[in-house]
């Protein structure tokens, strides 16, 4: 476990996630926006995975699960509205 | 075949969910056995209330044929998905980004929905193409770059050896 | 001397994984319509996450199975979300980029 590795990382997904902020808060549609979103989303599984091993608790690895499926209902509901149905 | 309903094969697989989720690394083995019997309660009762609408070829599923082709299915899946990503990190890192996006059309010959599903998610995951949406046996597949706008051809191209797997698996 | 190793590769892997973040992130921002930047973010996404998690597993080999549950969950769903998204876009009346070549899906509307 190197520490300067971890830095490392962290540093490339925080470029990431201001890279997908900006499509969230330029995008031109409602669509381009969710896409963003949905980007962001799994960057932060990702990320809540990483906080899990740097604190060495098993149980953390819920909320990733948890996010992953809320996010993808998320999804889901966007475009159900957009397609008129909801 | 088609439409019914395995009330054993629902309950296995929410069973195995179950222990999936609720399982953690150094558990003791009577804690284990508590898990497994709530386990059984719960996917029990999630199949009686759910198994109807689960419709399909149940337990048959697991024949060994089928399980050797969705073997077989899932690591041609994997190595399509390895060469799609390099080739997307290709296109967006070149400075002046190859695309000629277009909306094709193609035929498939897979009949049961869950092997459209199958195939459908495939194709997104894989090089340049996005299903958009499925009206009958076509699929409208989004491209990000177009090299043939005849439905056989770009079929060919689009699934590959996919649809042949998994009529193996489905059919 | 083996986990060792498999830190290694692990580590890899986690590599792997976020350059894949940052590739599809750079498309989300630079892809000129809709439809092209769903298809760069979420292809990249998805393998990252995949290939994120399997790194993480590695590293600590007792998590492997409650990982491998999660990046089986994202891959199964991305793409799901995905298509919902991109069909809903579309009778939404997104327009395709200006320079696309076809658009059999229009032209099939009326069958």
Known sequence: MNIYFFYLIISI?????ALGLY???????VSDRAVALDALTNVTTALLVLIAVLSARFIYLDVALVYAILAFIGVVAIARYLEGGL | MEGKPSFTYVTIAVLAVWLG????PHMPFNMFLQELGLGIIVALAVSVLTFKNFTGLGLKYLHPRRVAYFIAFFFVFLKEMVKANLN???IVLSPSLPVKPGIVEIETGLKQP????FL??????TPGTMTIDYRGDKAYIHWVYVESEDPKKAGE???GSFEKLLGGVFQ | MIEELLDY????????????FLFGTIGLVRMPDLYNRMQASTKTTTLGVLSFLVGIGLMELSWLIKLLIIAFFVVLTAPIGASALARASYKHGIKLWKKSVVDKYKEGKND
Do not use: C, D, E
């Open chain 1, 23 to 29: 499509r969230l808060v330029k995008g031109p549609s």
């Open chain 2, 120 to 125: 459908g998610n495939a194709i997104t995951l």
């Open chain 2, 88 to 90: 997307m990190a290709r």
């Open chain 2, 21 to 24: 989720l609720t399982y953690s």
């Open chain 1, 13 to 17: 997904l925080a470029i990431s996630i």
């Open chain 3, 9 to 20: 590769i692990g580590m890899f892997f986690v590599l792997i994984g976020s350059l894949f």
């Open chain 2, 114 to 117: 869950s092997a459209k599903l």
């Open chain 2, 157 to 159: 191209i689009i699934k």
